[in-house]
Protein backbone atom coordinates (compact mmCIF):
# COMPACT_ATOMS: atom_id res chain seq x y z
CA UNK A 1 0.00 0.00 0.00
CA UNK A 2 1.15 3.18 -0.98
CA UNK A 3 0.53 6.54 0.34
CA UNK A 4 1.34 9.69 -1.20
CA UNK A 5 0.81 13.31 -0.20
CA UNK A 6 0.97 16.87 -1.95
CA UNK A 7 0.13 20.31 -1.30
CA UNK A 8 2.44 21.55 1.35
CA UNK A 9 3.86 24.49 1.04
CA UNK A 10 4.78 28.19 2.21
CA UNK A 11 1.63 30.46 3.40
CA UNK A 12 0.95 33.26 5.78
CA UNK A 13 -1.08 33.76 8.69
CA UNK A 14 -4.75 33.47 7.71
CA UNK A 15 -4.53 32.04 4.18
CA UNK A 16 -5.22 28.50 2.75
CA UNK A 17 -4.04 25.78 1.57
CA UNK A 18 -5.53 22.16 0.43
CA UNK A 19 -3.61 19.05 0.81
CA UNK A 20 -4.54 15.52 -0.97
CA UNK A 21 -3.44 12.11 -0.84
CA UNK A 22 -3.63 9.35 -3.51
CA UNK A 23 -3.65 5.54 -2.16
CA UNK A 24 -2.48 3.10 -3.95
CA UNK A 25 -2.80 -1.08 -3.62
CA UNK A 26 -5.44 -1.55 -1.03
CA UNK A 27 -9.30 -1.01 -1.53
CA UNK A 28 -8.99 2.74 -0.80
CA UNK A 29 -13.16 2.94 0.40
CA UNK A 30 -12.96 0.71 2.72
CA UNK A 31 -11.12 2.18 5.41
CA UNK A 32 -11.23 5.32 7.20
CA UNK A 33 -8.63 8.00 6.70
CA UNK A 34 -6.36 10.18 8.62
CA UNK A 35 -4.75 13.47 9.07
CA UNK A 36 -1.73 13.63 11.23
CA UNK A 37 0.82 16.41 11.50
CA UNK A 38 4.27 16.66 13.60
CA UNK A 39 5.94 20.02 14.42
CA UNK A 40 9.32 20.40 15.02
CA UNK A 41 10.72 18.59 18.30
CA UNK A 42 7.06 17.59 19.35
CA UNK A 43 5.40 14.04 19.29
CA UNK A 44 2.59 13.20 15.99
CA UNK A 45 -0.34 14.90 16.52
CA UNK A 46 -4.03 13.55 15.29
CA UNK A 47 -5.50 16.54 13.06
CA UNK A 48 -8.98 14.69 11.28
CA UNK A 49 -10.42 11.68 9.82
CA UNK A 50 -13.22 10.74 8.08
CA UNK A 51 -14.87 7.28 7.92
CA UNK A 52 -14.97 4.82 4.58
CA UNK A 53 -18.12 6.11 3.41
CA UNK A 54 -17.50 9.92 4.63
CA UNK A 55 -20.77 10.15 6.86
CA UNK A 56 -18.37 10.35 9.94
CA UNK A 57 -15.64 13.03 10.59
CA UNK A 58 -13.83 14.02 13.23
CA UNK A 59 -11.43 17.07 14.38
CA UNK A 60 -9.20 17.77 16.71
CA UNK A 61 -10.32 20.67 18.67
CA UNK A 62 -7.13 23.27 17.86
CA UNK A 63 -9.09 23.06 13.96
CA UNK A 64 -12.19 22.91 14.16
CA UNK A 65 -13.96 25.62 12.07
CA UNK A 66 -10.88 26.09 9.84
CA UNK A 67 -10.16 22.47 8.37
CA UNK A 68 -12.40 19.91 6.10
CA UNK A 69 -11.13 16.69 5.65
CA UNK A 70 -13.11 14.84 2.32
CA UNK A 71 -12.48 12.11 0.39
CA UNK A 72 -12.76 10.92 -2.74
CA UNK A 73 -13.29 7.36 -3.16
CA UNK A 74 -13.67 6.93 -7.04
CA UNK A 75 -10.29 8.55 -7.16
CA UNK A 76 -8.65 6.88 -4.26
CA UNK A 77 -7.97 10.41 -2.24
CA UNK A 78 -8.27 12.27 0.36
CA UNK A 79 -8.28 15.75 1.36
CA UNK A 80 -7.41 18.23 3.69
CA UNK A 81 -8.72 22.10 3.00
CA UNK A 82 -6.89 24.12 5.80
CA UNK A 83 -8.49 27.82 5.80
CA UNK A 84 -7.65 30.93 8.39
CA UNK A 85 -3.58 29.26 8.76
CA UNK A 86 -2.23 30.25 12.02
CA UNK A 87 1.45 30.02 12.66
CA UNK A 88 0.76 26.80 15.25
CA UNK A 89 -0.39 25.09 12.24
CA UNK A 90 3.22 24.80 10.84
CA UNK A 91 4.22 21.16 10.58
CA UNK A 92 5.16 18.07 8.47
CA UNK A 93 1.18 17.20 7.36
CA UNK A 94 1.26 12.75 6.93
CA UNK A 95 -2.15 11.18 5.71
CA UNK A 96 -2.58 7.48 6.78
CA UNK A 97 -4.97 4.68 6.24
CA UNK A 98 -6.80 3.16 9.06
CA UNK A 99 -6.88 -0.64 9.78
CA UNK A 100 -10.69 0.21 10.77
CA UNK A 101 -14.06 -0.56 8.31
CA UNK A 102 -15.89 1.36 10.27
CA UNK A 103 -15.61 4.77 11.99
CA UNK A 104 -12.80 7.21 13.04
CA UNK A 105 -9.67 6.88 15.01
CA UNK A 106 -7.55 9.25 16.73
CA UNK A 107 -5.08 7.06 17.87
CA UNK A 108 -1.78 6.65 15.61
CA UNK A 109 -1.91 2.70 16.57
CA UNK A 110 -5.36 2.37 14.11
CA UNK A 111 -3.43 3.27 11.23
CA UNK A 112 -1.36 0.51 9.00
CA UNK A 113 -0.42 2.66 6.37
CA UNK A 114 1.71 6.28 6.14
CA UNK A 115 2.35 8.97 3.57
CA UNK A 116 5.57 10.46 3.18
CA UNK A 117 4.54 13.63 4.69
CA UNK A 118 4.28 17.52 3.03
CA UNK A 119 5.24 20.41 4.89
CA UNK A 120 3.21 23.23 5.97
CA UNK A 121 5.02 26.16 6.83
CA UNK A 122 2.95 29.18 7.84
CA UNK A 123 4.38 32.41 8.01
CA UNK A 124 3.44 36.17 9.87
Known amino acids: VQLQASGGGLVQAGGSLRLSCVVS????????MGWFRQAPGKEREFVAA????????SYVDSVKGRFAISRDNANNRVYLQMNSLKLEDTAVYYC??????????????????WGQGTLVTVSS
Open 50 to 57: ISPNGGII
Open 25 to 32: GRTFSGYS
Open 96 to 113: AQSRLRYGVSRSLNEYDY
